[in-house]
């Protein structure tokens, strides 16, 4: 219901105005339906719907092909590296549906709705870029010209304001905020695809760092494309929590981050975490990293695929103790390669944890089940189904 009281607003009083510009009133919408959702169950509830909505927009276009939210015109071209006069700019890739994408009447059912998911995606980093109450404003300033010139008549030149369009939008927040969009729009919505990284670590005890690496081996893969720019990397230390901001600019980047916290032998320490709150945990499962998980992109801000390479144990620990509901989930999903004893546990106390979020404990009752059945030479009891 929320969605469509969004799209009387956006779809139906401001509409579109071309086919490439449908994203865009898709988009807010969903993105105003969200904040409604969020508000109103909580924002476990709105996390967790954004995490699925991302999964599935990555499915499609590494099954299908890149959405590219606005066809009507090509990126600006990849400017040519000034570190190397002999390299020159990449073309872009033309990405090839079996369906022509350029007009409503040819496109695939399930492409309009993957595109509807995605734009809200966009949109959101849009919030993330410019601030929610800035954005908040853009909006209204599109309504507040659209009412306007809806109670005038048909020759005051002024309807064209019940319209709106990827160009008008990038005017109306340059004009509200005095940023810039453009580029943002060749990168997300003129170009098709998503991110994918492959992350491992290694601790040096020696210099008491983290030696990150981050690949983009997948460039190549049908609906995956090379990402440039800022990604949040995020250290639950002994400490607290930690967070750095690495800059991509090649398919694999090297980055050794030094630790706050140092190597303890206590079996039980309590541990501060993001929240504020501190938990008791016992430690005795940890290796010499002060590092008790990570996590790349906590707040989803970017449109990517993650391979997190980490010991099970800090999965464990993750799904223990981290509060955000997509950090366990991804620790859930992880933890099915892990059937081990230690595996177990913290999936059953997952599953008893009345405190834990119902989704998250149905979840680790599903994955149970699977390393279970994996575990029947050790498991006391028949498999669960």
Same mark, same amino acid.
């Given at each position: ?81 000034? =570190? ?47 601030? #929610? ?5 853009? @909006? $209204? ?5 659209? =009412?306007?010139?809806?109670? =005038? ?13 990827? $160009? ?9 905020? *005095? ?38 081996? @997948?460039? $190549? ?54 929240? *504020? ?32 390479? #980490? ?29 081990? $004893?230690? =595996? ?42």
């Amino acid at each position: 219901m929320s969605r469509a009281i969004a799209e009387q607003f956006f779809g139906c009083f401001i509409t579109s105005h071309h086919w490439s510009d449908t994203w865009l009133a898709k988009g807010i919408a969903e993105y105003l339906c969200g904040l409604y959702s969020r508000k109103c169950f909580g924002n476990n509830e709105y996390r967790e719907w954004v995490q699925s909505e991302l999964a599935r927009v990555v499915r499609y276009e590494e099954q299908y092909g890149g959405i590219i939210l606005d066809c009507s015109q090509p990126p600006a071209p990849l400017p040519v590296s000034s =570190t190397n006069p002999a390299s020159v700019a990449s073309k872009q890739t033309e990405i090839v549906h079996y369906f022509p994408i350029k007009s409503l009447h040819t496109v695939s059912p399930k492409y309009v709705e993957a595109m509807r998911r995605k734009a809200h995606l966009v949109i959101r980093m849009l919030e993330h870029r410019i601030g #929610q109450e800035l954005l908040i404003q853009v @909006f $209204n300033k599109q309504l507040v010209l659209a =009412t306007n010139a809806a109670v =005038t008549k048909i020759g005051s030149g002024l309807w064209h304001h019940l319209l709106i369009s990827t $160009n008008i939008f990038i005017k109306a927040i340059f004009t509200v905020t *005095g940023k810039d969009m453009s580029v943002f729009m060749d990168q997300w919505v003129r170009t098709g695809g998503h991110a994918k990284f492959s992350f491992t670590s290694v601790f040096n005890r020696k210099r008491n760092t983290i030696e990150l690496e981050i690949r983009q081996d @997948f460039v $190549n893969q049908r609906g995956v494309r090379k990402y440039n720019g800022p990604l949040l990397v995020q250290l639950q230390e002994l400490d607290g929590t930690f967070k750095h901001m690495l800059q991509i600019e090649n398919t694999v980047v090297k980055a050794d981050i030094t630790c706050h916290s140092k190597s303890r032998r206590n079996k039980k320490k309590k541990i501060p975490l993001c929240t *504020g709150e501190e938990v008791d945990m016992d430690l005795s499962a940890m290796d010499d990293s002060p590092v008790l998980w990570i996590r790349l992109d906590p707040e989803m801000i970017l449109i990517r695929d993650l391979n997190i390479e #980490q010991p099970d144990f800090q999965w464990q620990y993750q799904l223990r103790h981290e509060r955000d509901v997509t950090a366990q989930f991804e620790a859930i999903k992880a933890l099915e390669k892990y059937p081990t $004893n230690a =595996t177990r546990s913290a999936l059953t106390d997952t599953i008893e944890n009345e405190r834990c979020f119902y989704k998250v404990r149905c979840e680790a009752a599903h994955c149970l089940t699977k390393v279970a059945n994996q575990m029947v030479t050790q498991w006391s009891g028949p498999p669960l189904c």
